[in-house]
């Protein structure tokens, strides 16, 4: 089935610095993927929608300048952590829709543990 | 306003013995509603959608919309069903955004 793949799986970055996560749909073409947080033991919270080609559209309360996103191709969507502070360590889960033959299904990637230290 | 609930952090069941995770929702449209599972260690996977009214598992959901309610449900659980498991709403427009509930830990004890 389709495969939603992120990369690293696990980061530990020092504050201040920034950080890039990244989400590929492995065989399937997506104009639109998500991006989430989650904190342990909690909901997935939507971050932001990430648009191929154009501007991601966020969730209120997301700091757009802090969480930059980048959808380059219709394969690769990208979340940079910006300036990153100890309370941005999180569980990032991207998804994306396949709309191809196989059915009409969301596909979540593995997530990505972020450490700011 | 687009809202999922799950009332329940942790259920905690014995094996063979009924299970039923609630889920209510608040949505002003016509929402399409899915369990999701998460397994210890691994990603979410679709478990139910509600349009297809399948049995996955041996887990069935039937959509209320009287009672705005997806609650899922299972005869006999297993210990392999221990998981967490989110309600999730798609507002209508089939863009894959997801709204999930704050998720159910199922324990099913030997």
């Known amino acids: 089935g389709a495969v939603v793949s992120q990369h690293p799986s696990r980061v530990i970055c020092k504050s201040g610095t920034s950080v890039k996560i990244e989400c590929r749909s492995l065989?399937?073409?997506?104009?639109?993927m998500f991006w989430y947080r989650q904190f342990p033991k909690q909901s997935l919270m939507l971050m932001a929608t990430?648009?191929?080609?154009?501007?991601?559209?966020?969730e209120q309360g997301v700091e757009k300048d802090k969480f930059l996103i980048n959808h380059a191709s219709l394969t690769l969507s990208t979340l940079t952590v910006t300036s990153a502070h100890p309370e941005d360590s999180s569980f990032y889960i991207c998804?994306?829709?396949?709309?191809?033959?196989?059915?009409?299904?969301?596909?979540f990637g593995e997530g990505s543990w972020l450490t700011v230290v | 306003a687009q809202r999922v609930t799950q009332p329940e952090k942790l259920l905690s069941v014995f094996k063979g013995a009924p299970v039923e995770l609630k889920c209510n929702y608040s949505?002003?449209?016509?929402?399409?509603l899915f369990w999701y599972v998460q397994y210890s260690r691994q990603r979410l996977q679709l478990l139910l959608r509600?349009?297809s009214r399948e049995s996955i598992k041996g887990f069935t959901a039937d959509l209320n919309k009287g009672e705005t309610s997806f609650h899922l449900k299972k005869p006999f659980a297993q210990e392999e069903d221990s998981a967490m498991y989110y309600c999730?709403?798609?507002?209508?427009?089939?863009?894959?955004?997801?709204?999930f509930g704050q998720g159910t830990t199922l324990q099913v004890k030997p």
């Open positions: 999730a709403l798609a507002p209508s427009g089939n863009t894959g955004k997801l709204i």
């Open positions: 990430s648009n191929e080609g154009s501007k991601a559209t966020y």
């Open positions: 509600h349009i």
């Open positions: 065989d399937f073409q997506a104009t639109t």
């Open positions: 949505y002003s449209g016509s929402p399409e």
């Open positions: 998804s994306a829709r396949d709309y191809g033959p196989s059915g009409n299904t969301i596909y």
